[in-house]
């Protein structure tokens, strides 16, 4: 079983650096759709089947199917990826690439310092989530829902067809 | 269950979560900045799982299950943006949308 | 009721005259005339009720009293009183609204409702300064002096306005901000030692506040103060704020709104922190004598009519501060003479520098001369307020000097004799303008027009005040003397809270039963 | 009536009128502007000649009478009040002031006849009756401070009454500045008598003093160099003596009543009045003596050498005063009266003839261009003659000579006085005497230069003609023992100022230098005589030499008093406010907010619109966090 966390792990790190560095958005969206996957195995070997799941359908599922239709949507082509070649240089890595590798070394020497005991392992089924969520995050839930329908409509919003819309008064003028 | 040591999944999510803004350091692209952004999420709602499975507790997963809502949320209203986006300045260039500065 | 009255007819009028304007054209200085009036009536009312009590020979403090609950929950009352100190005050306030009024009644052209409002609401939160005797509220009125007064000058002034105006608020602000922590610590202190939180003055006069403490609440009200008066390192808001206001902006600014700042000194740093204040006046009174000499050297040095004014005030401000920290009645009696008569001459001095800058077109000292042939009415006008200016006897102005110079050189001959400097000083800067305007060979071709009648009128009130005051100054000199008493007595390390107190309720039982 | 009623009406009578013309002016006519000038101070003059009478006839009680008017100032322990006192001392003052302000003032009705603002110039010359009447009336020092702000306020308008001149205006500016630098003295004297007093009553403070004083006393010493001070200012005494001259701007008339007959001598007064703490401070009342010598003779020197003939008698007048401050310091104060008394007479006369000659020769100051006027002009020629025979104190005809005299001989006799400041006096006397008979034979004698215009009328004749009658009688009522022994008018004064403490010498010695005083002025005359008549040629030869060229320039500038007091005082000051005109102070504040706009240009860099840069800086300070949260 740790071994499979180990080629889990291996499998996430490496789609995820394959996430961003493809030039090609598709190309870019499968290989993080295969790091939500390993992530899910992930979940699952940290016994957390029902966020495993989760993760798959959602994630994996409907929000990258969200990304391939927007790339769909916008006919990216051939351009597209020429232009990402020309920004993508060596050097634009470098500073990114620095800040990042200082944060993990800071991060792991803070981990490291916390004798943590491992621990646990337990699962925690789907049924224990539903009791917390329904029970002592029910505002939280709520919440949930209404920034759920604020998404919503805020896509519908963003995503209608504009037009040019005139006060009635420029109309008038228009028109006489 | 085998115990899997909590350290090494905190410094996978970690790696995860600057891989990820690596990737927003580093494209101009809006879509891929997206895309990262999601990445980074996920490894926090990695750590989430981890301690969930660390104090057998069930709170890490609700949490877990609200940053996923407000990706899912947030992924809407962003695709949503970038589709205005590109028709307002026809490309993905984060750089062109830069009347914002001082 | 009568002094919610006097503060709440403003208000009101303000707001009728701002509103109304729109409607109604013209018809808002005639609502604030109105107004006016109907308060300058109701202070001459008052005074005299007062006088009576210091002619017939009684020496007992009159004081008319409104206490109105308003936030209990913090300690917080709608609660006015009037004293002699106050009395004065508010009578100068009244007699210059009506001045300033009566200069901007053909002159403006711009937004007239909204001038009118601000010019009330000023003049209304400077009574309440004078007026309120909750710290609150207070505090209330002199933010509330503040903000209209910023548009008088960021919206009528001349050309250099929006930086004059933003200066002036953001001095004024500092040092109101200062205050309001000072303030608040009092309050503070003063409820964790009774339990009882409240902001009333007398209250707060009870506090007994460790050395440390007291000093640094002291600062924060000083600076405020200081500011306001303006005393030598704040005192370079003054003149941008003073030449780029409309008249009726310089009038009230110089006339009643540096006067604030000496009345918080009289009624609150002495009061409040007796034995701070006294270990603080020997370097108080050394910026008070460089603000003398550097302001006279400065005014000296300035081309623009109004600037040179400008600076004059920061030289006789020194006086006030001097006097003030002299702690004796005679210094004392002799700053707030300073008072009325820097209001009644600088005011007046703005009037005519804004008559002269209508007609000519020009404030450049440099540009004026030989206008006494043209216009003998103004020139007598000017040459008297000059005089009053560098402060020759038989106008208020010198009394009002001779009294602080003498009662300091009581506290400190040093002092005394080098702020006497400044009379030589003010002499050379007051006759510069004379020389430079009336004097000479006319530069301009260009004839000018004499004073008008209402122009004439208003600067004949300002002179034969002056001139009376200074040849009769008692009615002040009795009126304020009680209070002066009072402000002294604390300094004399003595806390009378007791014995106030049981005056103090005695008085205001007598004002619940007849508010006359 | 009573007679302290009178004081505060002859008082009021020249404010009156002042008011009346201040606020009427411009609506009368000029006969009713010269009918109404003259009225108030007549009415004075007589009422004071009335009062004088009375005075003179019952004295009243301490031979002082006072009025109270109303209470001024009361505050804080310090009561004042507008209250008159007359004494023997101030009558002599409120007659001069009165009679000789009459006399002008019919003067002027004629002379400003054809200037512009004639009402103008009788209300000034109404108001500064009135406050040199309440100036020598006054019972309070700080009465008296209020008088003495007047007269100068009067005397800066009347400098500057030609106002359309900038160097009048100048002049008048000075005038009242250098004043002014006395008066701040002299007020810082009122605050240290009134601390010391609790009072500036002058009959208390003059009775306490030596109830509190010891003779020498320091505090004594401060106050009476700081009244002192004052005096200098006013009575154009060293070092504050260069407004003079230059006051000679005005129009003559004023030039004869305030710079000569009544506001400069306002110093003599003021010394005399409070003489009891001169007394206790001999090193001031010495200092008194020293300045007034001093002065007359350096004023004199400048006057040999002026060729304005109204800055000659400029000059004149601060030598004269000089004499005064002599008879002051040591301590001959009846002297000192009498001589101002003599000198308000021959010296307001002397200004009234200079403007007469001046106003029909064109406007001509300078006297080397007249001459020959003796027969164009007799009236003013023998008036102006008997007055300079009184200033040049010609023996036993001139009024001069008595008052000058008396001066010279107590001096000599007095204790704190001596051989030293006598023959200073002596040598002054020998000046002045040249220095007026060089005058009078320039602008009368010799070739006639210019013609004149007009022949003055009887309103200037008839003032000249009663101010020479007391020029040449005036010293008769004191005459010293030696010359038969009158002494009326120190008879008078016994009853306000103190003895003159006379040392041990000969009685026969006043005689002796009687003689030669009076021979020295004959001979400086006789000088004059020669050099300026008979032998043109020797004042030319003489004239010619580089060393005199620059001692006649120096003295002729004043003794470069002006050039040093320009380059020492005014230049620096003016310079200074020139390069500080916009207040460094202001330059913090300007600082501050230039520091804020810079630091908002600086955040205003980091706004450059790219997410990737915020981001950037996210994680930046991202790592600052941790690196702080791990370092501590």
Same mark, same amino acid.
């Given at each position: 079983m740790i071994v499979a966390f180990y080629i889990a792990s291996a499998i996430a790190v490496f789609s995820t650096i394959m996430v961003i560095t493809r030039y090609n958005a598709v190309h870019a969206l499968i290989y993080l759709v295969v790091s939500l996957l390993s992530i899910a195995v992930l979940f699952y070997l940290l016994g957390a089947p029902f966020a495993a799941a989760l993760e798959v359908i959602i994630y994996a599922g409907a929000i990258m199917v969200l990304f391939i239709f927007v790339v769909m949507m916008l006919h990216l082509g051939e351009k597209s990826v020429k232009q990402e070649q020309q920004w993508l240089k060596l050097s634009m890595w470098t500073g990114p690439g620095l800040l990042a590798f200082v944060l993990l070394i800071e991060m792991i020497y803070l981990i490291s310092l916390q004798s943590l005991e491992d621990g646990g392992g337990m699962v925690v089924d789907a049924k224990q989530v539903g009791i917390a969520l329904y029970g002592p995050y029910m505002i939280a839930v709520e919440l949930a829902a209404i920034l759920l329908l604020a998404g919503i409509v805020g896509a519908y919003y963003l995503g209608k067809e504009k037009t040019t819309v005139l006060h009635r008064f420029l109309k008038q003028q228009e028109n006489g | 269950m085998v115990e899997i040591p909590l350290t090494h999944s905190i410094v996978l999510a970690a790696v995860l979560f600057l891989l990820g803004l690596v990737g927003l350091l580093t494209r101009r692209n809006i879509l891929f900045m997206l895309m990262s952004v999601e990445i980074m999420l996920n490894a926090a709602g990695l750590v989430f799982i981890v301690g969930s499975s660390r104090w057998a507790q069930a709170d890490g997963q609700v949490m877990y299950i609200f940053i996923l809502s407000m990706a899912s949320a947030e992924v809407a209203v962003g695709l949503a943006l970038i589709v205005q986006f590109y028709k307002k300045f026809n490309t993905l260039d984060t750089d062109a949308a830069s009347k914002l500065k001082g | 009721m009568i002094l919610?009255?006097?503060?709440?007819?403003?208000?009101?009028?303000?707001?009728?005259?701002?509103?109304?304007?729109?409607?109604?054209?013209g018809i808002a200085k005639w609502i604030s005339l109105l107004a006016l009036l109907f308060n300058m009536g109701q202070l001459i009312r008052i005074w005299l009720g007062y006088s009576r009590n210091f002619l017939i020979g009684t020496n007992e403090k009159m004081y008319l009293v409104l206490r109105k609950p308003w936030i209990p929950e913090f300690g917080i009352e709608f609660h006015l009183e009037l004293d002699g100190l106050g009395l004065v005050m508010v009578m100068l306030t009244g007699f210059l609204g009506l001045l300033s009024l009566l200069v901007s009644w053909n002159h403006v052209s711009k937004k007239v409702g909204f001038y009118y409002f601000n010019l009330l609401w000023t003049l209304a939160g400077i009574m309440g300064v004078f007026l309120a005797f909750d710290l609150f509220l207070f505090y209330l009125f002199w933010e509330v002096m503040l903000v209209p007064m910023y548009f008088l000058i960021s919206i009528w002034g001349h050309s250099n306005r929006t930086y004059a105006a933003y200066k002036f608020f953001i001095f004024t602000?500092?040092?109101?901000? %200062?205050?309001?922590?000072?303030?608040?610590?009092?309050?503070?202190?003063?409820? +964790?030692?009774?339990?009882?939180?409240?902001?009333?003055?007398?209250?707060?006069?009870?506090?007994?506040?460790? #050395?440390?403490?007291?000093?640094?609440?002291?600062?924060?009200?000083?600076?405020?103060?200081?500011?306001?008066? /303006?005393?030598? /390192?704040?005192?370079?808001? %003054? #003149?941008?704020?003073?030449?780029?206001? #409309?008249?009726?902006? +310089?009038?009230?600014?110089?006339?009643?709104?540096?006067?604030?700042?000496?009345?918080?000194?009289?009624?609150?740093?002495? /009061?409040?922190? #007796?034995?701070?204040?006294?270990?603080f006046a020997l370097p108080a009174m050394i910026l008070g004598v460089c603000g003398i000499l550097y302001g006279a050297k400065l005014a000296f040095a300035q081309t623009d009519i109004k600037r040179l004014v400008a600076y004059t005030s920061v030289s006789h401000m020194g006086f006030v501060v001097i006097g003030i920290f002299a702690f004796n009645t005679l210094a004392m009696q002799g700053v707030i003479m300073q008072l009325v008569a820097h209001g009644l001459s600088t005011g007046a001095l703005f009037i005519l520098a804004g008559i002269l800058y209508e007609r000519t077109g020009t404030r450049d000292l440099e540009k004026l001369g030989g206008l006494w042939a043209s216009v003998p009415r103004m020139g007598t006008a000017g040459l008297i307020l000059v005089l009053a200016s560098l402060g020759l006897p038989g106008l208020v102005n010198f009394v009002a000097e001779f009294m602080i110079l003498a009662g300091t050189f009581t506290a400190s001959k040093l002092i005394a004799a080098i702020a006497a400097l400044g009379l030589v000083g003010a002499a050379i800067y007051s006759l510069r303008i004379m020389q430079k305007v009336f004097y000479g060979t006319e530069k301009s071709k260009t004839s000018i027009s004499d004073l008008t009648f209402m122009e004439t009128i208003i600067i004949a009130a300002v002179v034969f005040l002056l001139l009376f005051l200074g040849l009769y100054p008692s009615p002040i000199t009795k009126t304020v003397a009680p209070s002066v008493q009072e402000i002294i007595s604390n300094t004399e390390k003595v806390k009378i809270g007791e014995v106030h107190q049981i005056l103090y309720e005695e008085i205001t039982l007598e004002a619940a039963n007849g508010d006359h | 009536m009573n007679m302290a009623d009178l004081l505060w009406i002859i008082v009021a009578m020249p404010f009156t009128i002042f008011l009346v013309l201040a606020f009427l002016g411009k609506k009368l006519s000029a006969n009713l502007t010269a009918i109404i000038a003259i009225s108030g101070t007549g009415t004075s003059a007589l009422l004071t000649i009335l009062l004088g009478w009375s005075f003179l006839g019952s004295p009243p009680e301490n031979y002082s009478l006072s009025s109270h008017?109303? *209470?001024?100032?009361?505050?804080?322990?310090?009561?004042?009040?507008? =209250?008159?006192?007359? $004494?023997?001392?101030?009558?002599?003052?409120?007659?001069?002031?009165?009679?000789?302000?009459?006399?002008?003032?019919?003067?002027?009705t004629e002379f400003m006849r054809n200037e512009e603002g004639y009402a103008r110039f009788f209300a000034y010359m109404n108001l500064f009756i009135g406050s040199m009447l309440i100036l020598v009336l006054a019972d309070n020092l700080l009465l008296l401070y209020l008088g003495w702000e007047g007269v100068g306020l009067c005397s800066y308008l009347l400098i500057g009454f030609w106002y359309k001149d900038p160097a009048n205006g100048y002049a008048a500016r000075k005038a009242f500045i250098m004043t002014r630098?006395? $008066?701040?003295? @002299?007020?810082?004297?009122?605050?240290?008598?009134?601390? *010391?007093?609790?009072?500036?009553?002058?009959?208390?403070?003059?009775?306490?003093?030596?109830?509190?004083?010891? =003779?020498?006393?320091?505090?004594?010493?401060?106050?009476?160099?700081?009244?002192?001070?004052?005096?200098?200012?006013?009575?154009?005494?060293?070092?504050?003596?260069?407004?003079?001259?230059?006051?000679m701007a005005g129009p003559s008339p004023v030039s004869a009543l305030i710079h000569a007959a009544t506001m400069v001598t306002a110093g003599v007064y003021l010394i005399a009045r409070t003489h009891t703490i001169f007394e206790l401070a001999p090193l001031a009342q010495n200092a008194v003596a020293i300045i007034g010598a001093t002065t007359l003779l350096l004023a004199g020197f400048s006057a040999l050498t002026q060729r304005d003939i109204k800055r000659v008698l400029a000059y004149s007048t601060m030598s004269q005063i000089g004499y005064m401050f002599l008879a002051l310091g040591v301590g001959a104060w009846s002297a000192a009266v009498f001589h101002f008394m003599i000198h308000a007479f021959f010296k307001a006369l002397l200004f009234l003839g200079a403007g007469a000659i001046i106003m029909v020769l064109h406007h001509e100051h300078n006297m080397f261009k007249m001459g020959g006027l003796y027969k164009k002009l007799p009236v003013i020629f023998w008036t102006f003659l008997i007055a300079s025979a009184s200033l040049a104190a010609l023996p036993v005809i001139s009024a001069g000579f008595y008052s000058k005299d008396l001066i010279l001989w107590e001096t000599f006799a007095s204790a704190s006085g001596g051989t030293q400041l006598w023959f200073l006096g002596y040598i002054g006397a020998f000046i002045t005497a040249l220095y007026t008979a060089r005058m009078v034979f320039v602008t009368f004698f010799g070739k006639t230069k210019i013609e004149p215009t007009q022949r003055p009328g009887l309103r200037i004749t008839?003032?000249?003609?009663?101010?020479?009658?007391? =020029?040449?009688?005036?010293?008769?009522?004191?005459?010293?023992?030696?010359?038969?022994h009158v002494q009326v008018f120190s008879g008078l004064m016994q009853?306000?100022?103190?003895?003159?403490?006379?040392?041990?010498?000969?009685?026969?010695?006043?005689?002796?230098?009687?003689?030669?005083?009076?021979?020295?002025?004959?001979?400086?005359?006789?000088?004059?005589?020669? @050099?300026?008549?008979?032998?043109?040629?020797?004042? $030319?030869?003489?004239?010619?030499?580089?060393?005199?060229?620059?001692?006649?320039?120096?003295?002729?500038?004043?003794w470069g008093f002006d050039t040093a007091y320009d380059t020492l005082l005014v230049k620096p000051i003016v310079y200074l406010s020139r390069i500080n005109k916009n207040d460094v102070v202001d330059l913090i504040s300007l600082g501050l907010s230039k520091a804020m706009v810079y630091f908002n240009k600086l955040l205003v860099y980091t706004q450059n619109g790219k997410i990737r840069w915020y981001m950037a800086t996210i994680a930046l300070g991202a790592i600052l966090t941790l690196t702080i949260s791990i370092l501590l």
């Open positions: - | - | 919610a009255g006097l503060i709440f007819t403003l208000l009101i009028g303000g707001l009728f005259a701002g509103l109304l304007e729109r409607r109604f054209k602000q500092l040092g109101g901000l %200062l205050m309001l922590l000072s303030l608040l610590g009092l309050y503070f202190i003063q409820g +964790s030692e009774s339990g009882v939180y409240t902001f009333d003055y007398w209250k707060l006069l009870e506090t007994s506040i460790g #050395p440390a403490q007291s000093s640094w609440l002291m600062f924060g009200f000083i600076i405020a103060f200081f500011i306001k008066l /303006p005393v030598l /390192p704040f005192h370079n808001w %003054l #003149p941008d704020a003073h030449a780029e206001a #409309p008249t009726a902006g +310089s009038v009230i600014l110089a006339g009643l709104l540096l006067k604030t700042g000496a009345y918080g000194l009289l009624r609150f740093v002495i /009061p409040f922190f #007796p034995e701070a204040a006294q270990s | 008017l109303w *209470e001024w100032m009361n505050a804080g322990g310090l009561i004042t009040s507008m =209250s008159l006192r007359l $004494d023997a001392l101030s009558l002599v003052f409120i007659f001069v002031i009165t009679f000789v302000g009459f006399l002008i003032l019919v003067y002027s630098i006395g $008066d701040t003295a @002299l007020i810082i004297g009122l605050f240290l008598l009134f601390t *010391e007093f609790g009072t500036l009553n002058i009959a208390d403070i003059l009775s306490a003093a030596p109830e509190k004083w010891a =003779s020498g006393d320091p505090t004594a010493r401060l106050a009476a160099f700081l009244l002192l001070g004052g005096a200098v200012g006013k009575s154009a005494q060293l070092p504050l003596q260069t407004w003079l001259p230059d006051a008839l003032p000249l003609v009663v101010l020479a009658l007391f =020029s040449f009688a005036g010293g008769f009522i004191e005459l010293p023992h030696t010359l038969g009853h306000a100022l103190p003895h003159l403490e006379i040392r041990d010498v000969a009685e026969s010695s006043e005689l002796v230098l009687q003689i030669i005083t009076g021979l020295t002025s004959l001979i400086a005359v006789g000088a004059a005589y020669v @050099l300026y008549i008979r032998r043109r040629s020797w004042t $030319d030869s003489i004239r010619n030499s580089t060393l005199v060229i620059q001692i006649h320039r120096f003295w002729n500038l004043g």
